[in-house]
């Protein structure tokens, strides 16, 4: 199948909904040719009549020049668009959760998250990151929901990959204007918040304390 071909919507049956925000959603979906599952995330085409998202362009560019154990790469065959209902869709890996699903299923049962699992949550995306930044890459969008976990034998909680490429951007020159439209306001550095549009890549270490804390 080509990248424009048979839009997703014609080629799988979306079965739950994961996460969703006011651009994209993630849905647990099964294939309907053979049955197999997926993970799907579907974001917005257009902001507005014939108008692209440049997110969309930012996250195909992005996904397909980076290539790292924690950060999640869709599979390149079935990344599809639908111009009917305006949309894209990344496919991934099955058997995802993220983490804002694990910090509310805890909190359901007034627990805390155990030590070896928060730390190995917070060193995976800490690794992420890293390559990220090293790369002058900034996420700009580090919340639970983007942070998922693919389950392995042994290993708790799993292997973490960082997702949702759309409002990431190179950053090179400290000086240079940005848009402040970033990062959900919850896990948004003060700076951003005050409305400085010189921000650097520490927004994403910003974030990702405020995840910590969660």
């Known amino acids: 199948d080509s990248l424009f071909d048979t839009p997703a919507s014609e080629r799988f049956n979306l079965v739950e909904r994961i996460s969703a925000t006011t651009l994209s959603q993630v849905w647990h979906a099964k294939r309907i040719k053979d049955d197999k599952e997926f993970t799907i995330k579907q974001t917005k085409l257009f902001v507005k009549e014939n108008f692209v998202s440049p997110s969309v362009f930012h996250e195909l560019s992005l996904l397909g020049e980076v290539n790292y154990t924690h950060i999640i790469r869709p599979y390149l065959n079935e990344i599809s668009f639908d111009f009917k209902k305006e949309q894209v869709s990344f496919c991934f ?3 995802l959760t993220n983490v804002q699903k694990i910090v509310r299923y805890y909190k359901k049962k007034n627990e805390v998250i ?3 699992a928060a730390k190995s949550i917070l060193f995976q ?4 990151i890293d390559y990220l930044h090293y ?5 700009c969008n580090i919340i639970p929901s983007n942070l998922v976990l693919v389950p392995e034998k ?3 909680p799993g ?3 960082l997702m949702d ?3 990431s951007r190179i950053i090179e020159d400290a000086g240079n204007q940005r848009s402040l439209n970033v990062v959900h306001p919850w896990y948004r550095a003060p700076e951003v918040l005050l409305g400085d549009t010189t921000y650097d890549k520490s927004i994403d270490i910003w974030a990702c304390g405020c995840v910590f804390a969660e």
């Open 114 to 116: 155990p030590l070896v």
């Open 135 to 139: 790369r002058k890459i900034a996420h």
């Open 93 to 95: 890996e099955n058997h």
């Open 165 to 167: 490429f759309g409002y």
């Open 159 to 161: 292997i973490l990959k």
């Open 125 to 128: 995306l800490l690794l992420a």
């Open 154 to 156: 042994d290993r708790i």
